[in-house]
């Protein structure tokens, strides 16, 4: 656990502390020993070489600490900080999600675009696949938008697949949600998700990373993410995954750091659901509807967000979770014949799709 003080660092301060942030080889734990072992980045940046090389700082890390490239890394990064929307919390700053600082690596910067505030509020994380089924999707967006609907934050990685669908869900219900890159934010990946994360910035949600403002692409930052992703969270729900896929990485996470683990089942000849069934065989609980999530979750939900103005009964309870057809009748109380005819007369719309004989609600 960091010593250094709970203070708001000055200027110079703050310019040393994201000088110390892009140095090569620094992670979490050498960045906070520096700030530990000197009492702020600004000595840490003017002791000795030899100091730094007795705490286990990189040849590398000390060669580039008065390198012209990281000086102006870290003015850009001030620069960036004065235009509106455009944050960053320090791990001693009072505003630092406490869920987060909980986590035995937690970041000490974060980056965020958008309202730091609601980092602090409860967060459940949604994840899955890159290239997860259309009812994979169209599951992610129906507990997106009622965990919403719930007074729930939606945490997940703005990654193409179910973490698009899930932020995109949250913001049709007038929910908040948040991403958590793997890049910087300056170099967001992947691209198609500009206009949402702009989207998600705007109206009071976040984007947050915690790798320097112009970090590119690099496949190990990804899988390192994840632990901001479970620790901000007070669960994770993995929609669909492969065994090989980050998501199980993510629930791994969550389990180490104590957060619950939650898993959608499926068919067990789709590759997609054999990443869940792993976790069910591990421990996470088996989620069939959104109640099995929201029930021992009661007291932490604050503000009901109005729930989605939808036009069909049957749609009503698809939006909810997946139902198969025998299920659809026992919730609307109407006979199968009639639940069938709908079924069809919605699937021919466009709006309802069967798969592995559950009806899912089309993503609008």
């Known amino acids: 656990m960091p010593l250094f003080a709970c203070t708001t660092p000055d200027t110079h301060e703050l310019e040393a502390r994201l000088r110390l942030h892009r140095l090569p080889d620094t992670g979490p734990k050498r960045f906070h020993g520096l700030l530990d072992t000197f009492g702020s980045a600004a000595e840490a940046l003017r ?23 990281v000086k102006t890394g870290a003015q850009a990064a001030m620069a960036w900080l004065e235009h509106p929307d455009q944050h960053l919390l320090m791990w001693d700053d009072p505003a630092y999600p406490a869920l987060l600082a909980q986590i035995s690596d937690a970041p000490p910067l974060l980056f965020i675009a958008g309202d730091p505030a609601i980092l602090e509020k409860p967060q459940l994380a949604i994840v899955g696949s890159r290239r997860a089924s259309r009812p994979g999707l169209d599951t992610a967006a129906a507990f997106s938008r009622s965990l919403a609907a719930a007074g729930f934050v939606i945490t997940s990685g703005l990654a193409a697949g179910v973490d698009g669908v899930a932020h995109q869900a949250a913001l049709d219900v007038g929910g908040l949600t948040i991403g958590v890159l793997g890049t910087g934010i300056q170099k967001l990946y992947p691209q198609k998700h500009k206009a949402l994360a702009a989207q998600m910035a705007a109206s009071g949600s976040a984007v947050v990373s915690e790798f320097p403002l112009d970090a590119a692409p690099v496949p190990a930052n990804f899988p390192r993410r994840n632990r901001i992703i479970s620790g901000l969270s007070l669960g994770v ?4 995954a ?50 099995h999530i929201l029930e021992p979750l009661r007291g932490w939900q604050r503000v009901s967000m109005p729930a989605p103005a939808i036009d069909h009964p049957l749609l009503k309870l698809l939006h909810a979770a997946p139902q198969s057809s025998e299920a659809l009748v026992r919730y609307s109380n109407w006979s199968l014949p009639r639940v069938l005819e709908a079924l069809t007369e919605l ?18």
Do not use: M
């Open 242 to 291: 492969s065994v090989a896929s980050g998501s199980l990485i993510t629930a791994r996470l969550a389990n180490e750091q104590g957060r619950e683990v939650y898993a959608i089942p499926g068919s067990i000849h789709h590759p997609g659901a054999k990443g869940c069934h792993q976790l069910i065989r591990d421990g996470a609980q088996l989620v069939e509807t959104v109640e």
């Open 347 to 364: 699937e021919l719309e466009g709006r309802v799709v069967n798969e592995a004989g559950r009806w899912f609600a089309r993503i609008s």
């Open 47 to 69: 002791a000795p070489t030899s100091a730094w090389r007795r705490l286990g700082l990189s040849a590398a890390a000390c060669a580039a600490r008065d390198s012209p490239e």
């Open 237 to 240: 729900l993995v929609v669909e």
